[in-house]
């Protein structure tokens, strides 16, 4: 009865322990993100997917952000957990603003 304790335990941390280390394996650094969110606007602006005002309001969205990753840094060194929690949260609204914006089949 001890060993399939001791068997149960050690899936169980497996378990928990698996999707925590593929997470941290492919999630991107700030910058990585902010420059693929750069480079989806551009290609929708290329393709025609953005029209103008979608683009700039997205721009101006974009550049707000950066403002406050530097405002964050200057604060102290680095970014603390709560902080980088909120970039994450915005970037995120924004990548899904993109995806909407180049979907919506408004062109010029």
């Known amino acids: ?7 149960a335990a050690a899936l169980s941390v497996a378990a928990i322990a698996l999707p925590a280390a593929a997470t941290a394996q492919t999630s991107q650094s700030i910058n ?19 029209n103008r005002n979608e683009a700039y309001r997205l721009r101006t969205q974009f550049r707000a952000l950066t403002r406050l990753e530097a405002n964050y840094r200057r604060s102290r060194p680095g970014l603390t957990l709560a902080e980088r929690r909120d970039l994450d949260q915005r970037l ?3 990548s899904r603003r993109i995806q909407v914006q180049k979907r919506d089949r408004q062109y010029r």
Request: proline share 0%.
């Open 32 to 50: 990585q993100r902010q420059a693929n969110l750069s480079a989806r606007i551009d290609q929708g602006v290329r393709s025609g997917a953005l």
């Open 92 to 94: 995120d609204v924004l």
């Open 1 to 7: 009865m001890r060993k399939f304790s001791v068997i």
